[in-house]
């Protein structure tokens, strides 16, 4: 049983930074790739930003140049580093792991944790 727990979110400025933090409970972290997902009420879950066990990251094109994932093995954590927030960034972030990537395509794992709110005002 792979178990994530997201924190970090909360409510900031348009302009401001945040920093998503996503703990893994597994002794295979190492080898799943991990991503961050968000979901805006009414609309489908998307990717955000991916990381495989190699540390090749992709990203969506509306975070390209803002936003930066890594990854700590030892520690089991994928993070989540947010700048330039946008208002439309608004949403439920979501932790996954044990994805993969076809082509250029990074497909959602299994693993899913309970996500956690980011809001940006105006």
């Known amino acids: 049983q792979v178990q994530l727990v997201e924190s970090g979110g909360g409510l900031v400025q348009s302009g401001g930074s945040l920093r998503l933090s996503c703990a893994a409970s597994?002794?295979?972290?190492?080898?799943?790739?991990m991503a961050w997902y968000r979901q805006i009420p009414g609309k489908q879950r998307e990717l955000v930003a991916g990381?495989?066990?190699?540390?090749?990251?992709y990203y969506a094109d509306f975070v390209k140049g803002r936003f930066t994932i890594s990854r700590d093995n030892t520690e089991k954590m994928v993070y989540l580093q947010m700048n330039s927030l946008k208002p439309e960034d608004t949403a439920v972030y979501y932790c996954?792991?044990?994805?993969?990537?076809?082509?250029?395509?990074?497909?959602?794992?299994?693993?899913w944790g309970q996500g956690t709110q980011v809001a940006v005002s105006s």
């Open positions: 597994t002794t295979v972290f190492r080898v799943f790739a």
């Open positions: 990381i495989t066990a190699d540390s090749v990251t």
């Open positions: 996954n792991a044990d994805g993969w990537v076809v082509g250029s395509i990074f497909r959602p794992g299994e693993h």
